[in-house]
C-alpha cells in the first residue's frame, strides 16, 4: 500500500493527512513533494499527520528529517500529529523524538505556531 496526502488549510496552517507506508520509493518521494510545494507556495508553517501511517522505513525517517530541514531552511516550521505507536517507537529508538514537535491533538499544534 503506497502513501496518500492530502492537504487542507486551518488558521494558516497546511496540514498534511497522510496514510499508508512511508518507504523508500513512491511514499518518500510523495512526502517530498508535498512538503517542498507547500513551501514554494509560501506555506511556512505545516503540520504533517501521521495519524493513519501504520510504516516507515529508514528512507522515510530520512524524509521526514529532509522536509523538517527543508522547512527550518526557508524559515518555515513543520511539526508532527497523531504519531502511532510504532511510529512514535521508532523516533524514540533514533532519538528524533527530541529533534520533531510532536502534538497529539490537532488544535494545539495549530495554536503552537508563533
Not at 511514499?27 to 512538503?35: A, H
Not at 513543520?78 to 529533534?99: E, P, R, W
Amino acid at each position: 500500500m503506497t502513501m496518500k496526502a492530502s492537504i487542507r488549510q486551518v488558521d494558516g496552517v497546511a496540514i498534511v493527512d497522510c496514510s499508508g507506508r512511508i518507504t523508500l520509493g513512491e511514499g518518500s518521494v510523495i512526502l517530498r513533494d508535498t512538503v517542498r510545494d507547500l513551501l514554494s507556495k509560501g506555506s511556512k508553517k505545516i503540520i504533517l499527520n501521521l495519524g493513519d501511517v501504520n510504516y516507515i522505513d529508514s528512507s522515510g525517517i530520512g524524509e521526514l528529517v529532509s522536509a523538517f530541514t527543508t522547512a527550518k531552511n526557508q524559515g518555515g516550521e513543520l511539526k508532527l500529529l497523531n504519531l502511532t505507536k510504532k511510529v512514535h517507537d521508532l523516533l524514540q529508538i533514533t532519538k528524533l523524538y527530541t529533534v520533531f514537535d510532536v502534538k497529539d491533538d490537532e488544535a494545539a499544534a495549530v495554536k503552537a505556531f508563533k
